[in-house]
């Protein structure tokens, strides 16, 4: 289960970053499929049945019998630990007791010239869902034209193999806080950050709020955010009176002008219509939506959906809706997300959810008289899905760029057609195309990001592992200078090579410095999956570093993952 670790995650000394191996004990994958084949399914609604509300049946029995019959953890489980570069450390948030477990995947470029890239999982899925992902930030096909990175791809605490937070901490400040040590720990002195995930109709915006809480509050660390879509309004007056007035001005006149562009303007009168379009639909059902009730009681919904693996596909399948999916996925893509949580245990998900539903999306408080740089990609829309038949995504306000202006210094910005969807699975060339823009914006201003190029401590001190006594050694790293922060004005400096000291050569397995993944085509379609035991049981079967298969060996906390697909 991913809780807090206490005694467990004690034993992560100091800043020691350590490889994980995933193992998932037998028995969990044995109950998960008794569960699963002892499924009750709802009555089939009688004929002719409503086009207003979705219905799950001809999409669900299908992928039961997938889960079933078709679908391997141990499979995927394999993949992850071949091809997927994941590690662990223990971070002590302030104000919390012990140390907290972080999962993570770190993959690094084999590119000079590399730039280390934060990028944040869209809420609730995990890290693993996103590897598929790592070719393209790490390895572009022409690295001359296009920015690669250093890329590291954390779960959330709470998520995955990721410990929870206790639950009276405040949650999206000790993640940034987490996430900023994460990376100095990792030797990136400074970086960059990019949401992977539209924010303005996520869930409870949770990724949006972490990634914008370290821009505002971490600026010596992260030099800049990449956001999608965010959840922003337009200025009042109050607030900004010449923000306002020229937002007013654009309006009124209907011309591009003043930070406004013709696409803007055509935008947010497409969005007005789709409003419209929806209030005027007869007999228009009111959704039973979670967002309520998902805020207020977290612990109903976590036992509700902790003991059944197919109502938190339900679960999955809904939020895919939601996020107005265009196209399919793949069975296997699908079961995995969903084991991806159903392992460790939905509670973290549930409780991150609510922590964040019940704060409002205020002005955040910037630490620093300055504003952080930011580069924003929106989405004009499409008038036909927005008013096409049931069911429908949820309703997405467009977000002008020049409304981030208040909070952030927008360095650039770019307005892509159609809706969002799933961009990680429909549209992932989007996400990595923010990122670049905002690289390459912030390295003409800031020199410090071309400097960290070279960390000052070689990447995850390059572990290496002796699976016969699960020992970690680190190796001697070599430290090169980092530029000094008076220099942020001038043209950045080209990048050092990186020396990185060899381990030794007597140890059985050697974490390379760039991982077979991202040599490799993006993993596909695998299988994973994690069941949620007790903590006893966890203790028995989970053990930190590399275990055989069905050996009684997990790792600490061990999650599974698992993908369903067509």
């Known amino acids: 289960m991913a809780c807090a670790g206490g005694e467990q995650a004690a034993a992560f000394s100091g800043d020691d970053v350590w490889p994980y191996r995933i193992h998932m004990s037998s028995k969990y994958l044995e109950l998960t499929r008794r569960k699963l084949e002892l499924t009750r399914l709802p009555h089939k609604m009688p004929e002719p049945r409503s086009d207003e509300w979705w219905e799950p049946q001809p999409a669900v029995e299908p992928l039961l019998d997938f889960w079933l019959e078709r679908f391997s953890w141990r499979d995927q489980e394999r993949d992850f630990n071949a091809h997927v570069p994941q590690y662990r450390t223990a971070i002590k948030p302030a104000g919390s007791e012990s140390p907290v477990r972080l999962h993570f995947v770190h993959a690094r470029s084999p590119s000079a010239h590399a730039i280390p890239?934060?990028?944040?999982?869209?809420?609730?899925?995990?890290?693993?869902?996103?590897?598929?992902?790592?070719?393209?930030?790490?390895?572009?096909?022409?690295?001359?034209?296009?920015?690669?990175?250093?890329?590291?791809?954390?779960?959330?605490?709470?998520?995955?193999?990721?410990?929870?937070?206790?639950?009276?901490?405040?949650?999206?400040?000790?993640?940034?806080?987490?996430?900023?040590?994460?990376?100095?720990?990792?030797?990136?002195?400074?970086?960059?950050?990019?949401?992977?995930?539209?924010?303005?109709?996520?869930?409870?915006?949770?990724?949006?709020?972490?990634?914008?809480?370290?821009?505002?509050?971490?600026?010596?660390?992260?030099?800049?955010?990449?956001?999608?879509?965010?959840?922003?309004?337009?200025?009042?007056?109050?607030?900004?009176p010449l923000a306002w007035a020229k937002w007013k001005a654009a309006s009124i006149v209907r011309s591009p002008m003043l930070g406004y562009s013709r696409e803007d303007l055509d935008a947010l009168r497409g969005a007005e219509e789709s409003i419209r379009g929806r209030s005027r639909a007869p007999n228009a059902p009111t959704p039973l939506g979670l967002g309520t009730v998902g805020a207020s009681e977290p612990n109903t919904l976590a036992y509700a959906l902790c003991d059944s693996p197919l109502g938190l596909l339900l679960f999955f399948l809904m939020v895919l809706r939601i996020s107005g999916l265009r196209g399919s996925l793949p069975p296997a893509e699908v079961i995995k997300m969903t084991e991806l949580t159903w392992l460790p245990g939905p509670e973290g998900t549930m409780r991150l959810w609510a922590h964040s539903a019940s704060r409002g999306l205020g002005k955040q408080e910037n630490s620093r008289a300055s504003r952080p740089r930011a580069a924003i990609t929106v989405f004009l829309g499409d008038q036909e899905l927005a008013n096409g038949p049931r069911p429908r995504p949820a309703h997405r306000p467009y977000v002008c760029p020049a409304w981030a202006s208040q909070q952030y210094r927008v360095l650039a910005s770019s307005r892509v057609k159609g809706e969002p969807g799933l961009l990680v699975w429909e549209r992932p060339e989007v996400i990595a195309a923010g990122a670049r823009m905002l690289a390459k914006a912030v390295l003409a201003v800031d020199a410090r990001l071309g400097a960290a190029r070279a960390p000052s401590t070689v990447s995850l001190e390059r572990p290496v592992v002796d699976d016969a006594r699960n020992k970690v050694l680190s190796a001697e790293t070599t430290r090169t200078a980092t530029s000094d922060p008076e220099d942020a004005r001038r043209r950045p400096p080209q990048a050092a090579e990186e020396t990185i000291a060899k381990p030794l050569a007597s140890e059985a397995i050697t974490v390379p410095s760039t991982p077979d993944c991202a040599r490799r085509k993006p993993i596909v379609t695998t299988r994973e999956r994690r069941h949620a035991g007790t903590e006893r049981d966890e203790d028995a079967e989970e053990q930190s570093g590399g275990g055989s298969e069905e050996s009684g060996q997990g790792s600490p906390d061990t999650v599974i993952a698992v993908k369903v697909g067509p």
């Open 117 to 240: 890239l934060l990028l944040i999982p869209p809420f609730p899925f995990t890290n693993l869902s996103l590897t598929h992902l790592i070719g393209l930030f790490t390895e572009p096909r022409d690295a001359a034209a296009d920015q690669p990175f250093h890329l590291v791809m954390p779960s959330l605490p709470g998520l995955g193999f990721s410990d929870a937070l206790p639950d009276k901490m405040p949650m999206i400040p000790s993640m940034a806080q987490m996430l900023d040590i994460l990376m100095r720990r990792l030797g990136y002195r400074f970086f960059l950050v990019s949401n992977s995930g539209p924010s303005a109709h996520a869930l409870a915006h949770v990724d949006w709020r972490v990634a914008s809480h370290l821009a505002l509050h971490h600026p010596d660390s992260c030099l800049g955010v990449h956001f999608l879509s965010p959840p922003l309004s337009p200025p009042q007056m109050r607030d900004s």
